[in-house]
């Protein structure tokens, strides 16, 4: 047999580090060539390469805003809907109304017990029986305890009105700051090839102009509606132009921050997670005032249970007890109205102090999130308020 011969194989040697480097240079040049070509370095500060401008920042914090207040809103008329309305609205009406039939046979006959168990406990007692005093007023109380455990219902009818005029303020405001609201209307050019190699408008960049190429030389019109209110509680410092017909080219929104560089685009990035607490807080009060109503039903049905506890003299703390739940249920829409009070005036005064301030957005943020634990909070206050807790 003829044996081969094994010839080592040549193995290429490894890259030396200057290799590499160059490379890695090579690589980045590249890169950084073909960005250039197609997504040109922003000299202007109102546009970045994503074709968002201050105004799309300015209309993304109008719109997070706007649906920020209207869960607020709606959480704040549906806390003001009776739960007699909501039931009556059901249509499970008569099961419902079964219920409340139901509790008040069965608070009659607890009562009724309560009242036997109170009545053997003094009759134990001579000198109470012996007088006829003690024995009239026992027989009108039995008469009273009746009257209330059947129209236990109406009574609370009657608490939940009184208390809820706290709650109606006859308009429904905005819990955010959303005034002074404008539409623009901003008209920008179809042929843009000029701009891109103008020295006064070339921030426009590539993307447009491939966009638009082979356009005429008509405008488009786009509008942005804006509240300036809800603007500057994001920029203190924002400007808004007089004029409500602008031209992109006029760059009539400002710079709304005092660093040199503004990117749209990272700026609205910036603000998502804020947008995202702010409306997660709208929804959790929504949830809550939701809530409240399941509770003011669930008290309304079942109220002649708790009522009947005042037949005992032993028993009447539960009674007591219901009492002060219910009204710091009804009382508590407007200790979460109380707590936006109270935000509001937090950060105007982190506003009017805003120069003194490093970071005012992080003290912003730090007040929202405390208004969110206030209204989670808001239950126990409210009973607090009441002596319930």
Known sequence: MVKLLRLPCQVKPPLSRFEKIRRFIYMFVIIIGLL???????????????????????????????????V???????AQVSPYTVINMSSQTAVANAIIAGSRTLALIVSVLLLMVDFFRKTVNFEWSSKWENVLVFLI?????KQVVQNADVIIGYIYSAFSTLNRSGTTPNFLPAGN?????ISIAEDLLNEVFNSDHWYQGWIKYWQNLGAGLHRHDFTYE??????????PHAAF?????????????????QVLSFTPT??????????????AIAYIIFVISIGRIFEL?????????????????????????????????????????????????????IASGANGLNNMKMMQFIALISLGLGVIKSGTWAKKITGAA
């Open 36 to 70: 250039n070509i197609f997504f040109p370095v922003i000299a202007n500060a109102g546009t970045d390469v994503f074709n968002n401008d201050i105004q799309d920042v300015y209309v993304k914090i109008t719109e997070n805003v706007d649906e920020a207040n209207e």
């Open 72 to 78: 607020l809103q709606k959480a704040f008329q549906f």
């Open 141 to 145: 109380k039995i008469v009273v305890v």
């Open 181 to 185: 609201r404008v539409t623009y209307t």
């Open 226 to 235: 804006i509240s300036q209110d809800a603007v500057r509680m994001f920029y």
């Open 241 to 257: 132009p007089d004029a409500a017909n602008l031209k992109f080219e006029d760059h009539a929104f400002g710079n709304p921050t």
């Open 266 to 279: 990272l700026e609205i990035l910036f603000w998502q997670p804020y947008f995202l607490v702010m409306k």
């Open 297 to 349: 039903a669930v008290y309304t049905i079942f109220a002649p249970l708790p009522i009947a506890t005042f037949a005992s003299d032993t028993t009447h703390d539960i009674a007591k007890g219901f009492l002060k739940n219910y009204v710091a249920t009804v009382i508590q829409i407007a200790v979460i109205v109380c707590m936006f009070v109270v935000y509001v005036g937090v950060t105007s005064y």
